[in-house]
């Protein structure tokens, strides 16, 4: 069973407590409460349920399963979107460097993630590849959309209207903009060392 992973911080610049409440404490509680729940359904039918009727175009099976990876990532995106906040934005570190190294400046690599940001539906996602053993920028138009395996998440951001709309009603690219001021980067470096440790 898992549990919601409290906040370490109660605010953020250019994003109230509200947001920050609503988003935190409501959205991504649910999904933590929807993920133990599908979790203990599979539960049952892989200790002897009836698996029967399974098939690809319906069966309870098939839409746990469906259900299992929007809930389990829904609950995972929001952790790394959250736990990298609370932050100076001060970008410094190893991950600034090699963003620096590969875009040809922190600049490009902050203007190209910002414009999938607003090109994305819901998440932008940058990650560690294993197989290219690179950093890449993807985005999901939902939670169990656009991602890639064999990546692991360095720095993610929510751009879901949940996310912003309270504090910037349809304005996406002040609440992007605000957010880059939130980022720990220490945090985000520690994930992106983790993810290149050999």
């Known amino acids: ?3 919601a992973k409290p ?3 109660t605010t953020l610049q250019g ?3 509200k947001t920050l409440t609503v988003h935190h404490d409501k959205l991504y509680a649910g999904y933590v409460t929807k993920k133990n729940e599908i979790e203990a359904k599979l539960e049952l039918l892989m200790k002897g349920g009836d698996v ?3 098939n690809q175009s319906f069966s309870e099976l098939r839409a746990l399963k469906d259900g299992e990876t929007f809930a389990v990532n829904g609950v995972y995106l929001h952790e790394y979107y959250f736990d990298v906040l609370g932050g100076t934005g001060d970008a410094t570190g190893a991950l600034v ?3 620096t190294a590969q875009y040809g400046s922190f600049a490009n690599f902050q203007a190209y993630f910002s414009a999938c940001g607003m090109a994305a539906r819901g998440w932008v996602v940058l990650c560690y590849d294993l197989q290219d053993q690179a950093l890449k920028v993807y985005i999901g138009d939902a939670h169990n959309q656009g991602g890639i395996w064999g990546c692991l998440p ?3 951001l929510d751009v879901y209207e949940h996310a912003y709309f309270m504090d910037y009603g349809s304005d996406r690219k002040a609440y992007i903009a605000e957010w880059w001021k939130n980022i720990d980067w220490a945090k985000a470096t520690a994930l992106y060392q983790r993810a290149t440790r050999p």
């Open 52 to 54: 029967s009727t399974a």
């Open 1 to 3: 069973m898992s549990t």
């Open 7 to 9: 906040l370490s911080y």
């Open 154 to 156: 360095v720095l993610v």
């Open 15 to 17: 994003i109230s407590e």
């Open 97 to 99: 460097d090699a963003l």
